[in-house]
């Protein structure tokens, strides 16, 4: 667990990077600030079969000048963004977290909670989120920020991203947060943090940058026959405006909320992400003196861009090229005001992707689309036929199903009784790979039969957690939606995402192959940063250098 920064060993980094510059000396024991970089929906797949198209400066400065772990993966089942960002955060799965999901329905009430909703924290200068206002109120858990801020006050945390969930989980209880607004196209924070806007944000507000993308055609940024290695446009599980050019604002007169809102399945949103981000260095002055920042950056159109088209998509492909060239200048920038050997950054994903069912079944494999109405219809049956007539299914929640424990209790029912009945209903259906039940997930009962049952007990949360969780088959996607895909799973396709670390004097050059964890990135920005790790974390620190391929 050394972190190895000889000179003989940084000497070897950048002969091997080819570099010509010579990298900067750390200006002290632990780099100024940390950027941590979170793409939203980006498996490790890409990263590796588009690497001969990627430039110089961006993806590249991690793959020829820093440090690759090929085999990351989330060990949780449920692989949703918050969970994805909390892991990321403070180096804990949601039995820790309690972020279980992006929104979960409560066991007791049946009401719908949404990961970072907070109606006393109510949204500066913009009207967000249904809920009126969010916060990180929900995360039960430290990050590496909070650490960092509790160490030392005047350290700075800031969380920037195109959703609010991308932005408050990773700035946690103690940093700020700020995140784009579909309703009026700018960035905002909450009155959680701050009872106003400083003026430097005001001032990029003021200047609309959004609107500068108004009807600007996304184009490829290669001839077609160089996007052989991923599926044309149009295909039949694409929604409408599944090809190329992609003209955000097309069907409005104005910008607005619509036209805010498509610019998120775009590389637009992630280049004004950038953009702010780069606002707040200077304004902030992130990296500047001898208490390190934390900059967490989620770019968060890469997930939409997915969703609709899929990961296999030429659309996808481009955007992975279009985000590499915003990197590679972001990283230019970083240079001139932060200093090459000042700065250590760290690229990973929330969730990776599953392929598209019907390009799957294309293919000769098994895979389909699953209603989540199916799986409530059949337990409904099922119980009513053994217990009596009652609904007894009150939400679909995370993946699972809650139970009326009021009609349960009046029945006078054994609860694991209930359980096992809706456990074989839904086994049976087509699609269904395993289903663990809350008496299992409690402890009460070990399923020894269930291979996933570690990845499902990481994602339980007693106090907001569902009665049943379903595991599809591979390939096989619980939703309603008849196009696009989604992620969510325990395998491999939406598991396994890049770690990338770069940052001379800090990082060796290498790639490692071995398995490791998401979760063990916030131990080992912990280490950089000379803080503690989180109180919850469940990682451990990366271990990196020669003999540890």
Not at 130 to 151: I, W, Y
Request: glycine share 10%; charged share 20%.
């Amino acid at each position: 667990m050394r972190f190895l920064t000889s000179l003989p060993a940084l000497a070897l980094a950048f002969i091997a990077a080819g570099c010509a510059e010579a990298p900067s000396k750390p200006a002290a024991d632990r780099p100024r600030l940390v950027v941590q970089l979170i793409v939203d929906g980006l498996p490790q797949w890409q990263v590796t079969r588009y690497r001969d198209q990627l430039g110089s400066g961006g993806l590249r400065r991690f793959l020829d000048e820093g440090s690759m772990f090929t085999e990351a993966h989330y060990t949780n089942a449920y692989t949703v963004t918050a969970v994805g960002h909390a892991t990321i955060a403070t180096g804990a799965y949601p039995r820790a977290t309690g972020i279980i999901g992006n929104e979960w329905h409560d066991p007791v009430t049946g009401a719908q909670v949404y990961c970072t909703q907070d109606e006393s924290a109510t949204y500066i200068d913009a009207k967000g989120s249904k809920f009126g206002g969010t916060s990180p109120k929900l995360l039960q858990a430290e990050t590496v920020g909070d650490v960092l801020r509790t160490a030392d006050p005047r350290s700075k945390v800031l969380g920037i991203s195109g959703k609010d969930r991308g932005a408050i989980i990773p700035a946690g209880h103690k940093g700020t947060a700020y995140m784009f607004i579909e309703e009026s196209g700018i960035f905002a924070s909450t009155t959680y943090y701050m009872p106003a806007h400083p003026q430097w944000v005001k001032d990029f507000n003021a200047k609309k940058p959004a609107d500068a993308y108004f009807r600007k055609p996304w184009t490829p940024l290669r001839g077609e026959s160089e996007y052989g290695k991923s599926l044309a446009d149009g295909q039949a599980w694409f929604p409408p405006g599944g090809k190329f050019p992609i003209v955000p604002g097309h069907d409005v007169d104005a910008p607005g909320p619509k036209f805010y809102g498509a610019l998120l399945v775009s590389p637009y949103a992630d280049q004004l992400t950038f953009d702010f981000a780069r606002a707040a260095i200077a304004a902030e002055q992130l990296g500047q003196d001898d208490a390190p920042d934390l900059l967490s950056i989620s770019l968060s159109a890469h997930d939409y861009v997915n969703h609709s088209f899929g990961a296999e998509s030429r659309i996808s492909h481009d955007h992975v090229l279009q985000l590499d060239r915003q990197l590679a200048a972001f990283f230019a920038d970083l240079d001139k005001t932060v200093g090459r050997g000042n700065y250590v950054a760290v690229l990973t994903a929330d969730h990776g992707f599953m392929p598209v069912p019907e390009h799957t079944k294309s293919l000769g494999q098994d895979g389909g689309r699953f209603d989540s109405r199916a799986a409530t219809a059949a337990v409904e049956k099922a119980l009513s036929a053994k217990f009596g007539e009652g609904k007894w299914v009150r939400r679909f929640s995370t993946s699972g199903l809650l139970l009326d424990h009021a009609l349960i209790e009046q029945k006078k029912l054994p609860r694991r009784a209930v359980e096992d009945e809706a456990k074989v209903a839904l086994v049976a259906l087509p699609g269904v790979h395993e289903v663990a039940t809350r008496t299992d997930l409690e402890g009460l009962r070990v399923a020894g039969e269930m291979r996933l049952h570690s990845a499902v007990q990481k994602g339980f949360f007693p106090g907001r957690s569902a009665d049943l969780f379903v595991t599809m088959k591979p390939n096989w996607m619980m939703s309603s939606r008849t196009t696009g895909t989604t992620h969510g799973s325990p395998h491999a396709y939406d598991t396994h995402v890049p770690i990338l670390l770069y940052g001379p004097g800090w990082i060796p050059v290498g790639t490692y192959q071995r398995r490791v964890d998401v979760a063990d990135i916030a131990p080992t920005l912990a280490r950089l940063l000379k803080i503690a790790p989180p109180r919850a974390s469940e990682g451990r620190v990366l271990e990196y250098g020669p003999g540890m391929r």
